[in-house]
């Protein structure tokens, strides 16, 4: 069964910190997305990966970055948490690109 | 661009009641068009799918048609049950390229006893 598995269902950062967020797939997905969900703004794409060590932005990148060293690990990272990062992030792979998206259950980020 | 619109909610509906939730899109080729849930405190799940114009994807009761012609992809479900209160979101993929999904920004129903 396919399986995406993110590090933290809650977290709770403070102002300037540096906060990792992880995923892992165990499909030998080629892609990896990280999103944000906010409330009436959907879900919007950070950043995306299609191959181990490379990655594109998506539609919000800045604030973040991201890390693809393993196939199946592909991590999210605030280099210095901001409180308008409060947010939830999910993680989800794909086989390739435009294809069915598996999601993990999300981690509720709160920045104080 | 491409572009995912859907209804806005909140939807709230009876149990057994007939559920809509409007979908339609944009796209410069041919997508292939997907209908998400994410029930509380998940993450988001593929409920169903459409790859070519006519289709009909269905799954758990739930069904939609890709229309082509209104560039639509409406769920339905006959008699909704309080377990299908949830979020749901349309979307779609070019099936080509590195363009990843397009996400519409999701409609919550609320299923009452």
């Known amino acids: 069964d396919v399986k995406v598995t993110q590090s933290s269902r809650y977290l709770v950062k403070r102002t300037g910190e540096k906060v990792f967020l992880e995923c892992v797939q165990d499909m030998d997905h080629e892609n990896m997305f990280w999103y944000r969900q906010d409330p009436g703004l959907g879900l919007r794409l950070i950043y995306f990966s299609y191959d181990v060590k490379m990655k594109e932005k998506g539609d919000i990148p800045e604030g973040y970055s991201v890390s693809r060293e393993k196939k199946e690990r592909f991590s999210l990272i605030l280099e210095s948490a901001s409180t308008n990062q409060t947010s939830m992030y999910l993680c989800?792979?794909?086989?390739?690109?435009?294809?069915?998206?598996?999601f993990g259950p999300g981690t509720r980020l709160t920045v104080l | 661009g491409d572009s995912v619109t859907q209804m806005e909610g909140p939807v709230t509906l009876s149990e057994e009641a007939f559920l809509t939730i409007n979908c339609t899109y944009t796209?410069?080729?041919?997508?292939?068009l997907f209908w998400y849930v994410q029930y509380p405190g998940e993450g988001l799940q593929l409920l169903l799918k459409?790859?070519?114009?006519?289709d009909k994807g269905s799954n758990k009761g739930f069904e939609a048609t890709y229309r082509k012609e209104t560039t639509s992809f409406h769920l339905e479900k006959g008699s909704v049950q309080v377990s299908d209160s949830a979020v749901y979101f349309c979307?779609?993929?070019?099936?080509?390229?590195?363009?990843?999904?397009?996400f519409g920004k999701g409609t919550r129903l609320s299923v009452i006893a």
């Open positions: 796209a410069t080729g041919y997508p292939s």
């Open positions: 989800a792979s794909s086989l390739s690109i435009p294809d069915t998206q598996y």
């Open positions: 979307a779609l993929s070019l099936r080509s390229g590195n363009t990843p999904l397009v």
């Open positions: 459409a790859t070519k114009a006519d």
